[in-house]
Nanobody, 120 residues
Framework: VQLQASGGGLVQAGGSLRLSCAAS????????MGWYRQAPGKQRDLVAS???????NYVDAVKGRFTISRDNAKRMVYLQMNSLKPEDTAVYYC???????????????WGQGTQVTVSS
């Protein structure tokens, strides 16, 4: 199982970026999916998550600016980031709770991270 994230880059404050993450491999089902971020010298923190049914959750710092979505058929999760601020600068990681068999429980998988840099 692999998670491949893409879409990061350099953007000016107030701009937008869209992150994508694709899950591939021998997957039976995917439960929650989410995006985390880690700024230099800080821990990795949850930004947003979404259940398989589409219920989303956001950290207060991004509410109203970021939107998480997923395409279950394509095994994709997205993060639309608008009104970006310099404090959003971080490496963004996608995460998914995945079952690889009907008799197995879910475990967390991580993407490789994609850099988002917001200049002031």
């Amino acid at each position: 199982v692999q998670l491949q994230a893409s879409g990061g880059g350099l953007v000016q404050a107030g701009g937008s970026l869209r992150l994508s993450c694709a899950a591939s491999g021998s997957i039976f089902s995917i439960n929650d999916m989410g995006w985390y971020r880690q700024a230099p010298g800080k821990q990795r923190d949850l930004v947003a998550s979404i259940t398989s049914g589409g219920r989303s959750n956001y950290v207060d710092a991004v509410k109203g600016r970021f939107t998480i979505s997923r395409d279950n058929a394509k095994r994709m999760v997205y993060l639309q980031m608008n009104s970006l601020k310099p404090e959003d600068t971080a490496v963004y990681y996608c995460n998914a709770d995945i079952r690889v068999g009907s008799l197995l429980g879910a475990r967390a998988y991580w993407g490789q991270g994609t850099q988002v840099t917001v200049s002031s």
